[in-house]
């Protein structure tokens, strides 16, 4: 962070990660707090760090803001990222409580998990990338609280992403999922989005060789086993009442939850 508010970063993250378990997130961000996209993922990074320290254990990464609309909305050229904990991932079928959540909202989309470390070759045949070992829909899961008089990339990021959690569906091996892929989400058999055709894919590959340049350049590496949520296509959907969820995205499978 800038230099003369170097002193506040350790208490930012504490503040940050007791508001996160409160269900009150980013309250620094009300009091008139800006942020840089660099101080942003230092936060993050410090909050991770905390999380860890307490026993918590990341198991991967999110990718957010691949649709063009959000990025121009956030004054941005680029996706974001945030961190995966493995305390936050609940299986299909889960029943999930709105009162866990601030203002909980949802996305529908594709999750991987890697063979081994991406490198350019795999991204050669422009199918599904060869360092995916298996692909999955997830719903993810969104704590949309918004501090600032209007959303920024900074206060996104140093929320992690607005990331609390996903559901996962069962998983394809990566040569198993063959056929014209597309996503439907729905809300108590009403769709609610959906999306269909190569820009799937597309966005798996996209993703995944973003996301390996930025964790290249903050000194890290992707490893086999991490799993990645590669962004969503369609918008985010706020659950507002209680309500069954589910997401369809054959040939991958598909993934439910309910919201009580």
């Known amino acids: 962070m800038n230099s003369d508010r170097n002193l506040d970063a350790s208490s930012w993250a504490s503040r940050q990660l007791a508001d996160y378990d409160r269900r009150e997130p980013g309250t620094?961000?009300?009091?008139g707090i800006s942020l840089d996209v660099e101080e942003a993922y230092q936060l993050q990074t410090a909050v991770v760090e905390l999380r860890q320290s307490?026993?918590?254990?990341?198991?991967?990464?999110?990718?957010g803001c691949t649709s063009?609309?959000?990025?121009?909305?956030?004054?941005?050229?680029?996706?974001?990222?945030?961190?995966?904990?493995e305390s936050e991932v609940h299986p299909s079928g889960a029943v999930l409580s709105r009162s866990a959540f601030a203002n909980l909202a949802i996305e529908g989309e594709l999750a991987v998990s890697l063979s081994h470390?991406?490198?350019?070759?795999?991204?050669?045949?422009?199918e599904i990338p060869i360092c995916v070992e298996r692909v999955f829909p997830v719903i993810e899961l969104h704590q949309h609280v918004i501090r600032g008089e209007r959303m920024t990339a900074g206060e996104l990021i140093a929320n992690n992403a607005f990331h609390a959690g996903y559901v996962a569906g069962d998983s394809v091996a990566?040569?198993?999922?063959?056929?014209?892929p597309s996503l439907k989400i729905f809300s108590d058999d009403q769709v609610l989005d959906e999306c269909h055709g190569s820009v799937l894919v597309d966005t798996i590959s996209t993703s995944l060789q973003w996301l390996a340049r930025l964790v290249q350049n903050r000194g890290d590496r992707l490893e086999a086993g991490q799993v990645i949520l590669t962004g969503s296509i369609p918008g985010l959907h706020p659950i507002q009442e209680a309500c069954m969820l589910r997401v369809e995205a054959p040939p991958f499978g598909s993934v439910e939850a309910s919201v009580v």
């Open 54 to 63: 307490r026993g918590e254990q990341v198991i991967g990464y999110k990718v």
């Open 174 to 180: 990566r040569e198993e999922a063959v056929g014209d």
């Open 28 to 31: 620094i961000f009300g009091e």
């Open 117 to 126: 470390e991406p490198c350019e070759e795999d991204f050669a045949t422009g």
């Open 68 to 85: 063009p609309t959000i990025r121009s909305f956030l004054g941005i050229d680029h996706s974001v990222s945030g961190r995966l904990f």
